[in-house]
């Protein structure tokens, strides 16, 4: 599937890249560590991924499609923190605005500055959208403007 943004799983998010490894890690059974897709872990699990109302995400992970709202906060990746590729509404950018701020805040205080490769992802898709206002735009220029070396 071409517009998978992520999955779903015990309560957290995950990216393509680390949700195999967090579900074999779960399931640390000879007889199913040795599939080496989550295709054939499900089929050992006899669940039906094609119908994902006959399953948990407790149990087994749900698709995170590109096109899916993310929540009132970026999704990202519970392994690795990689922010997944969803649809952000108001609530989800202006968190990611608020966590730009007081970021830029910490720096500018000689705080501690949070994950600058998440912060970083979003300052980018920031970037991007439409109908800013000033003082967005303006969070957004001078975060942008904190040299790259600096945390």
């Not at 680390?18 to 989550?38: Q, R």
């Not at 970021?103 to 998440?118: D, M, P, S």
């Not at 980018?124 to 790259?148: F, T, V, W």
């Amino acid at each position: 599937m071409a517009d998978i943004a992520g999955y779903v799983y015990n309560a957290a998010t995950y990216c393509e890249d680390c949700i195999l490894d967090v579900v074999k890690a779960d399931y640390a059974n000879p007889h199913i560590v040795e599939h080496m897709t989550l295709e054939g872990i499900a089929e050992t699990l006899s669940i039906d991924t094609e119908d994902e109302y006959s399953f948990d995400s407790d149990t087994f992970p749900k698709v995170i499609f590109s096109w899916d709202e993310a929540g009132d906060t970026p999704d990202t990746c519970g392994a690795c923190h990689t922010t997944l590729d969803t649809s952000w509404h108001e609530p989800t950018m202006n968190y990611a605005y608020e966590a730009l701020e007081n970021n830029l805040i910490a720096w500018l205080t000689g705080g501690t500055f949070g994950n600058r490769e998440v912060l970083d992802e979003w300052a980018d898709r920031l970037g991007n959208c439409m109908g800013e206002s000033d003082r967005q735009k303006a969070i957004l220029e001078m975060y942008n403007a904190i040299p790259r070396e600096e945390n």
